[in-house]
């Protein structure tokens, strides 16, 4: 398997490329607009034809390169319900996978930074590879006050869901601010400070707690992705 | 091994972690001084104790962060000959290894952007691992303009001795401008405008012609590299 982290720095976005050797098929995770033209090089250095373009989830805080990318490539569109956006080509739900030659992505529902948020589970690989979104970022969470957020569905997410995967597996964010590019399970349970709690109830008040500033680009990020960031 | 990329934003660097699982030991390669804290944290975290710090060369445009480190951890400074820096521990020379437990680096000379230049290649994994420093970057190659550089020196490090790896052997670059966290020995051989050309006469006409401008922190981070980054 072909796999590359590429990071956006104006919005401190991970994309992730997972490529397929045997049938050429790749498949693009959270693609970042303004990177595309980047994409489509890289994909045809490594000559790669895109067939997946995947939100992990409505994104706030930038515009989604899904839409150029199936116009200029013709790839397809994914996102999980319950998607709203316009131009999806698939939408899936948990426990779907999502596969382009022997690549397969395991889609994990995981609500509560949105309530159309997922992860994405590569069993193929020892360790897992594990892509989650705004989730489980490294030493944090997601927000949750916005766009039907839920600390109380972030943490059953977080606790049942990822917390339970082998510790190994390792953990491939959607952003990071302070220059890290990976973490594994293990870590995140031991030293994640928002997940160094004692019950729902105390995540609950720790995310409310939170005062975080509106994300800067959200007014054009969320009608921009409602529309796969293609123009209207 | 325990392997991380931790990206520094201001100068775009990427240092590299890497860990012996079966001593706990770790080595650093071109830690940033700004970043000291992180690393120490982060060490700790994954309980490993930093035995060495190594620089690729005498770097001009960051200040290492060999120095701090070693004050707050003990670790040995290494750095390649003719190294020209007080408070280094060992110095080595091409075809020395550097090895913390089941770890090692093999250091291989590529004079060209300085004349203290080195890569390190780790061959137990498969494919290798190559660290490039600023003599092959992602699409790019450093510099030959200053500090004994020599765009033929680098073109012969180039052709004879890095291009000459297998092809899958994974490239990661001391710096990148563009998002870009690896590469391979394939891909920069095929796509490297750089390395598109037809001799070393070309090679060195194209880095006389590239016009650059002065390292925005190269009046500071010199006389620092050349102490290790500690105070005076």
């Known amino acids: 398997m072909i796999f590359r982290q590429i990071f956006e720095s104006e919005t401190h976005t991970y994309s992730y490329l997972l490529g397929d050797e045997a049938t ?21 250095e490594l000559d790669l034809a895109l067939k997946i373009s995947v939100d992990t989830h409505l994104h706030a805080d930038h515009i989604t390169g899904s839409g150029l990318l199936k116009k200029n ?17 698939h939408t899936f739900e948990d426990g779907d996978t999502l596969s382009i030659g022997e690549v397969e992505l395991k889609a994990i529902y995981t609500p509560g930074h949105t309530d159309d948020s997922y992860c994405f589970l590569v069993e193929q690989t020892r360790p897992y590879l594990l892509f989650t979104g705004d989730t489980l970022l490294i030493r944090g969470t997601g927000r949750t006050d916005f766009q039907n957020g839920s600390s109380r569905q972030q943490y059953e997410s977080l606790f049942l869901k990822l917390l339970a995967m082998p510790e190994s597996t390792k953990v491939f964010p959607g952003h990071d601010y ?9 870590e995140e349970k031991q030293f994640n400070p928002r997940l160094q709690i ?19 680009f959200m007014d054009e990020a969320i009608p921009a992705n409602l529309n796969c960031g293609s123009e209207p």
């Open 24 to 44: 050429g098929g790749a498949i693009l995770i959270d693609p970042v607009k303004s990177m595309v033209d980047q994409y489509i090089q890289l994909l045809n």
């Open 73 to 89: 490539t013709g790839c397809a569109i994914y996102q999980g319900e319950p998607s709203r956006s316009k131009g999806v080509s």
């Open 178 to 186: 302070h220059g890290m590019t990976m973490s594994t399970i293990k």
């Open 198 to 216: 004692k019950g729902c109830k105390e995540y609950e008040v720790l995310m409310s707690s939170l005062n975080l500033s509106r994300p800067r």
